[in-house]
Structure formats: C-alpha cells, structure tokens
C-alpha cells in the first residue's frame, strides 16, 4: 500500500463537540452537559436527526447550539452538518484564530461523555490526527454476534494493513485537515469505516485510545437486527467503494460484481 505524505498544520488550541442524534430525549441534556465541561471545549452542537420525539427541545441550553434535520438523512450527514455550524460560528466569533478540532460524540453517552479528555489531548498536543475512543465492557447486556464489526475490521486491514480493536467506535476527535481530507464523508453507518480508511490512505496518524464510555448496548429484537442489517450493508458499501470486496474469495474464483460502476 502506499500511504500519501500527510499535509503539516498547526495543532488546534480548542474543541467543538458534535453530537449527532436521534430520538435520544432522555439522554441527551445529560451528554451535552457533560461534553460540554470537558476541558478545551468551547462549543457544543447537536445535531437533530430527524427525531420523532423531543429530542431538540432537551439539547438546548446556554452552552448548546441545536440544529435540526426535518428527516432523518442518517449519522454521516448529521456529522457533516455540525461541522457545517462550527464552520458557521467561527465565522462569526474567531477571527484571527485556528479552527476547532472537532469530538464527534454519541448521544446517548450520558454523564459518561465527560470522560472524554484522553480522545482530545493527543489531537490538541500535535500527536494525533485523528483519535478512536476503545470502550471497555458496557453494563448492559446486549448486542449482537459481532458480524458487522469482523466485517469492517477485516475490510479496514485489507484496504490499509492496520488492524482496528474497536472498528466501529464513533466516538472520534479530529483535525480540521483531517475532516476535510475524509469528505464526502461514507453513507450512514459506514462513516466510522470511511473515515479510517480515507484517512489512513492519505498518511493521517491515527490512534485508538481507551476510554471508560458506556452506552445503551443494541437489543436482539427484531428492530435490533433490522438496525444491524442496515450497518451492515452501510459498512459493505463504504468498503466496497473505497475498492475492498466485503468478501474475501477463495483464489481462482471471479467476483461476477467486479468492476461494475454504480
């Protein structure tokens, strides 16, 4: 493989926090609070994906901007759209300063997102382009058999040579430089895989880091395995156009969808 030298920028001196979200009303003032004590943060903005409940009405606050989606158009575009706002408000409030990193949280991390200083410090320091929070066990019982995350690690070392512990983790703060390299960001639930792959592709330094995080762990009802289903395809998709089959097969056998365009 061969890896694009990464472009020099100055590290950032503060951090806006994007928190894509959908019908999270219970949990939401609870993470944005939280975000929004870390230390470095300056700007919190969640982003409404469409929700059926009141999810917008809890996320705002004096330290919070909301915006909202009328639909949901899904957790990529969420995240690009808060990156749009900061753009937006440092328009406004920075002048003659560098551009916030950005720390794409989850909305359901509660009290727990305030732990998220080790995510920050690596990005702020200079030694890390982009960071990927490790989450340790979740108290709550759940999830699934582990076909999406095999899928996307399995496609993330195939594109790249890197093997990722927690592939999947959304969890992430970033350069400005870094965000931009990665846009369009992937579809939907492929955006995690997208992100790493484009990124690592171009010569940015990634680095996992532990974090104690907990999260509501997806069920195994059947609305579970339907959201599951559509990661799956999501993170299929976002290998299959960065040219990583999502599976591999045996020497000697054609791939009939090969070198097709869509």
């Given amino acids: 493989m061969t890896t694009a030298e990464r472009p020099t920028a100055t590290p950032p001196d503060s951090v806006a926090v994007i928190i894509p979200a959908k019908d999270?009303?219970?949990?939401?003032?609870?993470?944005?609070?939280?975000?929004?004590?870390?230390?470095?943060?300056?700007?919190?903005?969640?982003?409404?994906?469409?929700?059926?409940?009141?999810?917008?009405?809890?996320?705002?606050?004096?330290?919070?901007?909301?915006?909202?989606?009328?639909?949901?158009?899904?957790?990529?575009?969420?995240?690009?759209?808060?990156?749009?706002?900061v753009v937006a408000v440092e328009s406004r409030e920075r002048e003659g300063t560098g551009p916030r990193a950005l720390l794409f949280l989850d909305a359901d991390l509660g009290a727990t997102a305030a732990k998220a200083a080790p995510l920050i410090d690596p990005v702020l320091d200079g030694n890390a382009d982009m960071t990927i929070a490790t989450l340790p066990l979740q108290r709550s019982a759940g999830g699934g058999h582990g076909f999406v995350v095999r899928l996307a690690r399995d496609g993330i070392e195939r594109a790249t040579g890197w093997v990722a512990a927690q592939p999947l983790s959304g969890q992430r703060c970033l350069t400005r430089p870094a965000f931009a390299a990665a846009l369009p960001l992937a579809h939907g639930f492929g955006v995690e895989v997208g992100l790493t792959v484009d990124l690592l592709r171009q010569g940015y330094r990634i680095r996992e880091v532990?974090?104690?995080?907990?999260?509501?762990?997806?069920?195994?009802?059947?609305?579970?395995?339907?959201?599951?289903?559509?990661?799956?395809?999501?993170?299929?998709?976002?290998?299959?156009?960065?040219?990583?089959?999502?599976?591999?097969?045996?020497?000697?056998?054609?791939n009939p969808g090969r070198g097709r365009q869509h």
């Fill in 210 to 254: 532990e974090v104690p995080f907990h999260h509501r762990v997806t069920g195994t009802d059947w609305q579970s395995q339907v959201h599951r289903g559509r990661q799956w395809l999501h993170v299929a998709w976002a290998l299959a156009t960065r040219g990583v089959p999502p599976v591999r097969l045996p020497e000697g056998r054609s």
């Fill in 24 to 85: 999270e009303q219970d949990r939401i003032a609870t993470t944005a609070r939280a975000a929004a004590a870390l230390p470095g943060v300056d700007l919190v903005v969640v982003v409404d994906d469409g929700s059926t409940d009141r999810t917008a009405a809890m996320a705002g606050g004096a330290d919070v901007v909301v915006v909202r989606h009328s639909r949901n158009r899904g957790k990529a575009a969420a995240m690009e759209t808060g990156a749009a706002v």
